[in-house]
């Protein structure tokens, strides 16, 4: 079993950058998709971007293409989502999750395991 910590969110003005981790701990021995999804007030949970275990395949939303860039760095068990050009409506609670599968996909229904979640509020 994963356990998954995000951290790095926070209130922040639009245009501006912030870089969401998120650490996995225990069994990071198997091979692990990763994907961040996000939850605006009201809305449902959507997806932002996924990450193939090696790194080489990535997916992203439309709307966030060409402002986040989604990595990770599998020896320390961290992947990370860089956000840039951020505006008022990325505004949601941003939780990591993990696949156990080398390929990721978009659908959060395949995610088994889930962080807390982390905030971003970007002030307009």
């Known amino acids: 079993q994963v356990q998954l910590v995000e951290s790095g969110g926070g209130l922040v003005q639009a245009g501006g950058s912030l870089r969401l981790s998120c650490a996995a701990s225990?069994?990071?021995?198997?091979?692990?998709?990763m994907g961040w999804f996000r939850q605006a007030p009201g809305m449902e949970r959507e997806f932002v971007a996924v990450i193939s275990w090696s790194g080489g395949i990535t997916y992203y939303a439309d709307s966030v293409k060409g402002r986040f860039t989604i990595s990770r760095d599998n020896a320390q068990n961290t992947v990370y989502l860089q956000m840039h050009s951020l505006k008022p409506e990325d505004t949601a609670v941003y939780y990591c999750a993990a696949e156990r599968s080398a390929v990721p996909h978009k659908r959060e229904e395949l995610y088994a395991t889930w962080g807390q979640g982390t905030q971003v509020t970007v002030s307009s």
């Open positions: 225990g069994r990071t021995s198997s091979s692990y998709a």
